[in-house]
């Protein structure tokens, strides 16, 4: 059982000041998937995201993100945070995630940056058709998709979270899975997809 | 701690008294809100704007035509029933300095007196203090009420108006005026010019630090268009400019003609010195 959530500082407590409804929609979807995932009763859940940027306390903020979707999942069982670098190349990272197969994953991973004229790293329009490819891959339960995505175009586009995806399909390889699409959207220029894989 | 009306305020709000001038001939809004019907609408629109307090007031600060005690009853009493009639837990103040007029509004509804004229008639506070009611214990530098400042001199005028409302408002407390429902008021222009005026703005810090909840009443005022030199209608921004300084020193209450502006200019230094969140963060945090 694995859920894949973005990472965004908005998600982690109080960073919005006053509520902000896209970014409540985007917590509803995210705590849903990891209800899912916990919904299994698992014994304990492996969080894997990207060792950069640091956040509060020197902490990676995808460990930081899930370790909060977990609590407002209401989750209680332990979780260990599993980093990765954003920079390793698909090999490497396959092989990171074989040793993780088996194991319910808390997938922590972004899309590209580079949406919109307003995105964060301004309007690429190569992002929709490479993120259009992710989700396809995420939607599709099929990992060697995932394992497929280009790391040199994914860096161009500023799409956060490809490497840690590529550690997700080498811990799901060999199978096909059953997915939930809980939310796919960019509301402030960065693709945020929240799928769940059963 | 403020208590005003059912409601309590810690010392980091910051509240809007909006003025309603039952009134032919105040100078900024020069009558546009005498008629019962209009004054009420007035209401209606601060309330909806994001004030807490509304302040009644029948008689123009100036001097002009005399308003004797039962023609400024006329003028408020019916009104302030009608307002709390319609808004029962909005705050209700009455300027006033007659305490015939106090007793009237409170019996009426009103929840503060606004005694800008400085204890010119020292039986406001027992009526404050008979009704349970609170009262702005205002430094008019000993004033006529309706009169013009004439060749006033303070040698310390930050000094004399801090012991002056420190002063008054132990004398209003020793007449019985609840202690949490006693305010503060460095009278911009009462009694003062431009200079006094600009002092007092630049120091409020040291009217809060006296410990009782300070109200500055800066709309509009001449200190604001001598200070810019700019007509009444172009003073605005100079209000929200001192609204913002005097807010930032630490005061609470802000009596004002432009109730949505100040709102946001109050809501703005809220947000600086971390006293309400921002309403909505969201850039470079996607």
Known sequence: ?198 | MLRLGHSNFNSDALLIMAIVNRTPDSFYDRGATYGFEVALERVRSVVAAGAEIVDIGGVKAAPGDEVDVSEEIRRTVDFVARVRAEFPELIISVDTWRHEVGREVCQAGADLLNDAWGGHDPELASVAAEFDVGLVCTHAGGAEPRTRPHRIHYDDVVGTVVEWTRAEAERAVAAGVNRDRVLIDPGHDFGKNTWHSLALTRQLSQLVATGWPVLVSLSNKDFVGEALDLPLDERVLGTLSATAICAWQGAMVFRAHNIPETRQVLDMVAAVRGSASPRRVVRGLA
């Open chain 1, 1 to 198: 059982m694995i859920a894949s959530v973005p990472s965004p500082p908005l998600l982690l407590p109080g960073a919005t000041g006053g509520r902000v409804a896209e970014v409540e929609q985007l917590r509803d979807a995210c705590v849903a998937a990891v209800a899912e995932l916990l919904a299994d009763g698992p014994a304990e859940i492996t969080v894997i995201g990207a060792v950069r940027p640091a956040w509060t306390g020197g902490r990676p903020l995808a460990e930081l993100v899930g370790a909060g979707l977990l609590a407002d999942a209401g989750c209680t069982v332990a979780s260990q945070f599993v980093a990765v670098e954003p920079e390793a190349g698909p090999q490497r990272c396959l092989q990171a995630g074989r040793a993780l197969a088996g194991r319910p994953l808390l997938v922590v991973a972004d899309g590209s940056a580079r949406r919109g004229l307003k995105a964060p790293g301004y309007l690429d329009e190569r992002a929709a058709p490479f993120d259009a490819e992710l989700l396809a891959a995420l939607q599709a339960g099929d990992p060697a998709r995932l394992a497929d995505l280009d790391p040199d175009r994914a860096a161009q586009l500023m799409v956060a979270g490809r490497a840690v995806w590529q550690v997700m399909a080498g811990a799901t390889e060999g199978r096909s899975w059953q997915t939930h699409t809980h939310y796919a959207d960019d509301p402030f220029g960065v693709f945020y997809p929240v799928v769940s894989w059963r």
